[in-house]
């Protein structure tokens, strides 16, 4: 374990190893997510240049006036596409809105795909326009990083390398740019992100512009995770823990506020939410039932899971 609470693997080690290099790393990856639910991942082949160019842009969009953003706040997509404002979204078991506003570029697919009517159109930002541009070559790239992971989770599962393949391919991952400002008042006992765990098969995020992450061990205690320059932080989501009937854990996580100190310091984060396409079923795999863990979940499809957890967290109606 490293002395970031989680434990670190290096994603070239199964893209270009040797077949022994390659089955360690699957080991290791597949004991990460099973103790832990978090992994840092080194080597993972998302640009440096193209997350500092992107998070510069983020930056950019998020100093715009508010009355601007709102034009980007898209009715009925349950922010799904474009811009969030501050104080929708909450935990599932919270009434207390984050402290945090947000902006989401989704899958994109070409007029006569057959999911399209299932995609809405991404939103462009006639103010910053690198901010769709970047945000959706970065978004091709965690896919990439992602899949190689998940190729990685099947294997170790016993699944056959391409279990996930077709279900991610054009899937309805998010790309998703959170910008918690800087707090000017004491908060009604709301944090920057309350304590919840991901929706989505596994979530990427690239290191955010200030500390606060931290995830809740099995003891219950609350610990920091501090990725190192380069590193990407990458956890299990519901829809994995379900499908693996809890063997790998969708860890709680959250996002703290800072000492009073440090109140003026935003906090910007970019986190990619791989989902698969919404037809994947989600029924728990027979191999991970025992009598030691009888089935945990009833049978539901992505897309209907999807839908339940966002009416749950408030950005849906």
């Known amino acids: 374990m490293s ?93 207390v809105a984050d402290l945090k506003e947000f902006f989401q570029i989704g899958q994109t697919v070409a007029a006569d795909h057959p999911l399209k009517s299932q995609y809405p159109d991404n939103v462009a930002v006639a103010e910053e326009p690198d901010f769709f541009r970047l945000g959706n070559e970065l978004y091709q790239s965690f896919e990439k990083s992602g899949g190689a992971l998940l190729e990685a989770i099947a294997i170790y599962l016993d699944l056959g390398a391409d279990y996930f393949t077709n279900h991610i391919e054009k899937g309805n991952s998010i790309l998703r740019a959170i910008h918690y400002p800087p707090i000017r008042q004491e908060p009604k006992s709301a944090i920057r992100a309350e304590q919840h765990e991901d929706i989505n098969l596994i979530t990427l995020l690239v290191g955010a512009s200030a500390g606060g992450l931290q995830l809740q061990n099995m003891d219950g205690e609350w610990l920091p995770i501090m990725p190192e320059e380069g590193e990407i932080v990458v956890n299990v989501g519901d829809m994995l823990q379900r499908l693996t009937n809890n063997y790998l ?15 003026h310091m935003p906090r910007l984060s970019i986190p990619f939410f791989l989902h698969p396409k919404g037809d994947m079923d989600l029924t728990c795999l027979e191999k991970c039932v025992t009598a030691e863990n009888p089935i945990a979940y009833e049978p539901i499809t992505a897309g209907g899971y999807l839908d339940e957890r966002l009416r749950e967290i408030g950005l849906k109606k």
């Open 3 to 95: 002395k970031r609470n989680i434990p670190v693997v290096d994603l070239e080690h199964f893209i270009h190893g040797s077949p022994a290099v390659r089955k360690d790393f699957v080991a290791e990856l597949g004991k990460a997510f099973h103790e832990v639910g978090f992994v840092g991942v080194v080597n993972h082949g998302v640009p440096a240049q193209l997350v500092e160019d992107f998070y510069a842009s983020a930056k950019r969009f998020f100093g715009l006036n508010v009355d601007v953003k709102r034009n980007y706040e898209i009715a009925g997509l349950a922010g799904q596409r474009g811009y969030t404002s501050f104080g929708k979204e909450h935990a599932k078991q919270s009434n």
């Open 249 to 263: 854990k969708s860890t709680t996580h959250r996002v703290v506020n800072p000492p009073k100190e440090l109140w």
